[in-house]
């Protein structure tokens, strides 16, 4: 016993200064930024706005992989299982952080529990749109169409029990009209539907579809905050036309495996505060009608919970399943 006390201790201190050695090396190689979603959604915009900022803060590459599917539990589950050593985070969102997980027990896991919040980055609105040819330009107007529709008219999502999916279900259900759901792997071949008139309306993140706004593509006839948002005071609320009670918001956080180093995690929660203050994305932030809501590692973690809080309720009465 003495002997091997005695060899632990002298091996102690080479052991030590090795692994001191190597999280401060962190990071020496590159770096993913898991999105859950098709490429063309906002979460997918907020990762290819910050990621070539962290590359040259971080001195490593950082790249942006999509991994659309399952209502965003595919690119999750990637990095719920990936090695806890801050190479793989997720760009995650409302919609499959909170959302999807409240209504697939399928998952095996409790993102509260498997992942760990870096930072909070994004605050994003989400949009009632229409294609042009629709004819409308209000919501009430679009409730007049929705009753004259036998059976409703239907409604684009980037996936079932996304943010955008639960919008379009508490304005069915506010508004006591009928609407069929149509889910995507994401928020960019929405937007393709959308402008070719292959579906109708949708419920959208505004950063999604401001570029085809903009080009008269689409049309956005409501915002789903519960006031109109500070960088587009032009649009109007969906519940100042009729429907009161109706908000819904998204957002994006940054997430790692539960057990990366929280060296690692500060640091990453850091450098990410340090992209969200840089003037290159507040400015293009703006112009997405986006805005940074930056939360440390401990708000952030608060902050999802707090969610499942908010929305399990909601998620209940809408009696939304993944089957």
Do not use: C
């Not at 632990?8 to 979603?37: E, K």
């Amino acid at each position: 016993m003495q002997r091997r006390h005695l060899l632990a201790a002298l091996a102690a201190p080479a052991l030590v200064p090795g692994l001191a050695r190597a999280q401060a090396a962190w990071p020496s190689r590159a770096i993913t930024l898991v999105v859950p979603w098709a490429p063309g959604g906002s979460n997918d915009v907020v990762a290819r706005l910050v990621a070539p900022i962290l590359t040259e803060q971080l001195g490593q590459s950082v790249v942006v992989e999509n991994r659309a599917g399952g209502g965003g539990s595919i690119g999750m589950g990637q990095v719920v299982r990936a090695r806890p050593d801050g190479y793989s985070l997720l760009v995650s969102s409302a919609s499959n952080h909170v959302f999807h997980s409240l209504v697939s027990p399928e998952l095996g896991y409790d993102v509260r529990e498997v992942l760990t919040g870096i930072a909070m980055m994004v605050d994003v609105p989400n949009v009632l749109a229409v294609n042009p040819a629709l004819g409308v330009s209000t919501v009430q107007e679009l409730l007049v169409k929705i009753r004259a529709e036998r059976g409703g008219l239907a409604f684009g999502s980037s996936g079932t029990a996304s943010s955008n999916h639960l919008a379009g279900e508490l304005f069915r259900m506010l508004t006591g009209t009928e609407l069929v759901h149509v889910p995507y792997r994401g928020g960019g071949p929405v937007v393709t539907d959308l402008m070719s008139g292959t579906i109708p309306m949708a419920f959208m993140n505004l950063p999604t579809v401001v570029g085809p706004a903009q080009s008269g593509r689409v049309k956005i006839i409501g915002v789903g905050t519960a006031e109109r948002v500070r960088i587009r005071p032009d649009l109007p609320t969906i519940a100042e036309q009729g429907v009161p009670g109706y908000a819904v918001r998204s957002w994006t956080g940054l997430f790692a495996p539960r057990g990366t180093p929280d060296a690692v995690v500060a640091r990453l929660a850091e450098e990410m505060r340090k992209a969200l203050d840089s003037e290159q994305v507040k400015s293009r932030l703006t112009a997405l009608a986006s805005e940074p809501i930056w939360m440390n590692p401990a708000e952030t973690d608060a902050f999802v919970r707090a969610e499942f809080e908010r929305w399990g309720p909601v998620v209940r009465a809408a009696n939304i399943t993944t089957g």
